[in-house]
Nanobody, 114 residues
Framework: QVQLVESGGGLVQPGGSLRLSCAASGMMFGPNTMGWYRQAPGYERELVAVITRGGSTNYAASLKGRFSIYRDNAKNTVYPHMNSLKPEDTAVYYC????????WGQGTQVTVSS
């Protein structure tokens, strides 16, 4: 059974930083692509960043420069580093992994507020 275990969400002040992590398990050959999406109330789910097993990355244009994504292939874990956070970054962040199928985590709340 495939599982994506997310951690690291919470409350952070504007301008602060937050580190999330997502560990994938149960995939026969491990995930090829891993990453994160987010969904704010009243908005559609949108890309944050993804990274392939080979290290190629794709970021949402609006987040490039503030967000970075890293991956540990041995642990099938992906780590987004989010800096200079703004209130509009408030959303539920979902881990995403693609092996033979696509899988989603249950989501972790990130709230940027003073």
């Amino acid at each position: 059974q495939v599982q994506l275990v997310e951690s690291g969400g919470g409350l952070v002040q504007p301008g602060g930083s937050l580190r999330l992590s997502c560990a994938a398990s149960g995939m026969m050959f491990g995930p090829n692509t891993m990453g994160w999406y987010r969904q704010a109330p009243g908005y559609e789910r949108e890309l944050v960043a993804v990274i392939t097993r080979g290290g190629s990355t794709n970021y949402a244009a609006s987040l490039k420069g503030r967000f970075s994504i890293y991956r540990d292939n041995a642990k099938n874990t992906v780590y987004p580093h989010m800096n200079s956070l703004k209130p509009e970054d408030t959303a539920v962040y979902y881990c995403y992994a693609v092996g033979q199928s696509a899988y989603w985590g249950q989501g972790t709340q990130v709230t940027v507020s003073s």
